[in-house]
């Protein structure tokens, strides 16, 4: 497909990012174009260059579509990484364990971390909110007390000078 520049490139992928696989190499290694590209069309991140399918930010992009299919897509590095499957199960749900069922002890195994991390989490939290109770309780008896010693100071007195 010709095109007259990097600006016209980009506007054909904005309104029909499958139009990619025609495009010159040179776009189809053009970060911004691509990520245009996906953001129309997930299925477009099979025509982008072999750098630009690791880009996280380009490959979650490509799956928001509702559509897990893209994942095919999707380098390898990524796909290794633990933190962007999850990444990838939030926005595509059981959906993409039904496509690609290989990742579901994988994608167990990393929501089971999270849900222990969670756990100690709440742990950690619910004793220094214990903590802190008992720190304020402290100090409101420290306030209480000090109230008190201030009262009675004030009732034994008459006067500024005591008389």
């Known amino acids: 497909m010709e095109v007259k520049d990097r600006e016209e490139a980009l506007a054909i992928v904005k309104e029909n990012g499958g139009l990619l696989e025609y495009l010159d190499f040179?776009?189809?290694?053009d970060r911004e174009i691509v990520l245009e590209a996906v953001k129309s069309s997930g299925m477009a991140l099979e025509f982008a260059?072999?750098?630009?399918?690791?880009?996280?930010?380009?490959?979650?992009?490509a799956l928001k579509?509702?559509?897990?299919?893209?994942?095919?897509?999707?380098g390898?590095?990524?796909?290794?990484?633990?933190?962007?499957?999850?990444?990838?199960?939030?926005?595509?749900?059981?959906?993409?364990?039904?496509?690609?069922?290989?990742?579901k002890p994988l994608i167990e195994k990393i929501l089971?971390?999270?849900?222990?991390?969670?756990?100690?989490?709440a742990?950690?939290?619910e004793d220094e909110s214990k903590e802190l109770d008992g720190k304020i309780k402290?100090?409101?008896?420290?306030?209480e007390r000090v109230g008190k010693g201030i009262k009675e100071n004030t009732n034994d007195?008459?006067?500024p000078d005591g008389h």
Do not use: M
């Open 112 to 121: 089971k971390a999270e849900l222990e991390t969670l756990k100690k989490d």
């Open 76 to 103: 390898n590095g990524l796909k290794r990484e633990d933190s962007f499957l999850k990444e990838v199960y939030e926005i595509c749900g059981e959906d993409f364990i039904k496509t690609f069922p290989e990742y």
């Open 138 to 143: 402290e100090k409101v008896k420290n306030i």
């Open 26 to 29: 040179k776009y189809r290694s």
């Open 49 to 61: 260059y072999p750098v630009l399918q690791e880009d996280k930010e380009i490959a979650l992009e």
């Open 123 to 125: 742990v950690a939290k």
């Open 157 to 159: 007195k008459s006067g």
């Open 65 to 74: 579509h509702g559509d897990v299919e893209p994942f095919i897509f999707i």
